[in-house]
């Protein structure tokens, strides 16, 4: 039972690390991305085939994976710039769907559907299983600090502050001098490094990936964890994944405890049990649990003397 809850927790940190490479995509900059798990999986392979086939070390492997999929991000980003709502979500809804396919079909590279087996885990030959996953556990946990501390920084920076007015209207940034196109293209950038490295982070933890791993499901669980959590805030990406994790492995348990259910039907009643719980936390919390603060300016006033306009 110790080993089962520290995997979740470890699932729930990679959840969180996504979530926040999620928020600035979408919740700072305002671009829907439907095409999180092609990112996700970017990261994966690549770092996975770099230690397996060049035998690199696995943090070289893992900053890579990082590296590559921020140069795939920003390379979808330039081409999609243009688009905006559904089109925007379609594209990238496709493009996932792309790196899967490719995924299943190029057996010389990544062995297609039958996945890469034998990814290294740090000490994983040397630590036991429990050692291994406190350890890994630590190292998640190191890397989702981290990355908060860096998405808060983002968050207050003038930076930040465009990607806010980019997402609450991008012709008033425009009008204002600033290069939206581009800034869409690095929050873009920084988004998907942060779901390559968590793609990264599950292939040397699970020492296994297969196309049928990235699914779009994974893409809807990010999506409600960011939208429980609450939008545009990294604290409440972080809570929302926990809670997401949370509420997934807790409808587990329940399901057997009701009556004269087969195993069918208690994975679709769990699954209506999860939408029932998401939409009740929605419908009185719709702005998620923590919901993003922002800063009021007051106005400046007027010296005495000063003309001031009437209406």
Same mark, same amino acid.
């Given at each position: 039972?110790?080993? $089962? ?28 991305? !439907?095409? *999180? ?14 230690? *397996?086939?060049?035998?690199?070390? &696995? ?11 921020? +140069?795939?991000?920003? *390379? ?16 990238? !809804? ?11 079909? =190029?057996?010389? +590279?990544?062995? @297609? ?12 030959? =040397? ?8 350890? #890994?556990?630590?190292?998640?946990? =190191? ?20 990607? %806010? ?24 950038? &920084? ?9 990264? *982070? #599950?292939?040397? $933890? ?22 429980? @959590? ?5 604290? @409440? ?13 807790? =409808?587990?348990?329940?399901?057997? +405890? ?25 419908? #009185? %919390? ?7 603060? +922002? ?17």
């Amino acid at each position: 039972m110790e080993n $089962y809850v520290i995997a979740m927790a470890v699932s729930a940190g990679i959840y969180a690390l996504m979530a926040l490479g999620v928020n600035v995509i979408w919740g700072m900059a305002g671009m829907v991305n !439907l095409g *999180l798990v092609g990112f996700f999986a970017v990261g994966a392979y690549v770092s996975a085939l770099l230690t *397996l086939k060049l035998g690199l070390p &696995i943090a070289a492997g893992m900053g890579a994976g990082a590296l590559a999929t921020s +140069l795939v991000g920003a *390379l979808v980003a330039l081409i999609t710039v243009r688009l905006r709502g559904d089109y925007l979500a379609i594209v990238t !809804l496709g493009f996932a769907e792309t790196i899967r396919i490719v995924a299943s079909n =190029t057996i010389w +590279l990544t062995n @297609g559907t039958d996945g890469i087996s034998g990814i290294a885990g740090p000490y994983r030959g =040397t630590l036991s299983p429990e050692a291994f996953n406190l350890l #890994y556990l630590a190292i998640v946990g =190191t890397i989702v600090t981290v990355a908060y501390l860096l998405a808060e920084r983002l968050r207050a920076s003038p930076f930040g502050r465009v990607l %806010r007015a980019i997402r609450d209207d991008e012709q008033v940034a425009a009008v204002a001098g600033k290069h939206v196109a581009l800034f869409k293209v690095k929050a873009f950038a &920084i988004g998907a490094g942060a779901l390559g490295l968590a793609g990264a *982070l #599950y292939a040397h $933890y699970t020492s296994y990936i297969a196309p049928d791993i990235f699914v779009p499901l994974l893409t809807l669980y990010i999506k409600l964890a960011l939208l429980a @959590g609450g939008l545009g805030n990294n604290r @409440g990406a972080i809570i929302g994944a926990f809670a997401i994790v949370f509420l997934l492995e807790s =409808t587990r348990f329940a399901i057997p +405890l009701v009556p004269g259910v087969s195993a069918v039907q208690g994975a679709a009643l769990r699954e209506l049990l999860i939408a029932a719980l998401l939409i009740v936390l929605l419908r #009185y %919390r719709p702005q998620g649990l923590v919901p993003e603060q +922002l800063r009021q300016i007051p106005a400046r006033a007027v010296p005495p003397g000063r003309y001031q306009p009437t209406a």
